[in-house]
């Protein structure tokens, strides 16, 4: 079955370091790959995806590359602001299914 | 344009008693979600639907009901409430379910609490 693993949080940054949050998945076929960010007291929202191998994905000054060689969707940002403090999941979705299937997620804490 | 929305925000319920999860999206979707949400965790499916009068099981289904009257709404239904259920519920509806490529919006979220 299809399965998302993300590194274990809490990771705690001070502003305007460099992020990386690492992602790998397990899926038959050629799964669509996302990540989602949960600000404290509200829903997901999508943050970026990529469709095929080698995509990139960009939203926000937040990036992360389709490797279907390492099978991983690494989340990175060059430099975070206390405002992207949230929690944030990654998630796969294969073409020909109906449903997503999330990793555990990573809390994100950025301190001024 | 509201999106998808869900009542309540929050509730909390007695071992044994009932209650429905209210879901909603005006963005004329097909396809609609439940997930939950356990502290620490990532999103569980509960049920989905593929369109008015289709709903089916997703990875969590035991203790709950769905049904799908209407292309709007896809309530939620807890028959009797158990402490395991204690958790946050959040529907989620995409324009069609197919092709792998559709973006999932998401509600706001019902926070449950089972005591």
């Known amino acids: 079955g299809n399965s998302v693993t993300q590194m274990e949080g809490p990771v705690t940054l001070s502003e305007e370091a460099f992020l990386t949050i690492n992602c790998t998945y397990t899926?038959?076929?050629?799964?669509?790959l996302f990540w989602y960010v949960q600000y404290p007291g509200e829903g997901l929202q999508l943050l970026l995806k990529a469709t095929k191998a080698d995509d990139k994905g960009s939203n926000k000054g937040f990036e992360a590359t389709y490797r279907k060689e390492t099978t991983s969707f690494h989340l990175e940002k060059g430099s975070v602001q206390v405002s992207d403090s949230a929690v944030y999941f990654c998630?796969?979705?294969?073409?020909?299914?109906?449903?997503?299937?999330f990793g555990g997620g990573t809390r994100l804490m950025v301190k001024p | 344009n509201a999106g998808v929305t869900q009542t309540p925000k929050f509730r909390i319920l007695k071992i044994g008693q009932s209650m429905t999860l209210q879901c909603a999206q005006d963005?004329?979707?097909?396809?609609m979600y439940w997930y939950r949400q356990d502290p620490g965790m990532g999103l569980k499916l509960i049920y989905y639907?593929?369109?008015?009068?289709?709903?089916d099981k997703g990875e969590v289904p035991n203790g709950y009901n769905v049904s799908r009257s209407t292309t709007e709404d896809f309530p939620l239904r807890l028959e009797l409430a158990a402490p395991s259920q204690t958790s946050v519920y959040f529907c989620?509806?995409?324009?069609?379910?197919?092709?792998?490529?559709?973006?999932?919006?998401f509600g706001p979220g019902t926070r449950l609490l089972v005591l």
């Open positions: 989620a509806s995409t324009p069609r379910g197919g092709g792998g490529r559709e973006t999932q919006y």
């Open positions: 639907s593929v369109g008015a009068g289709i709903t």
């Open positions: 998630a796969l979705r294969n073409n020909a299914g109906n449903m997503l299937t």
């Open positions: 899926a038959t076929g050629y799964p669509s």
């Open positions: 963005m004329n979707h097909n396809y």
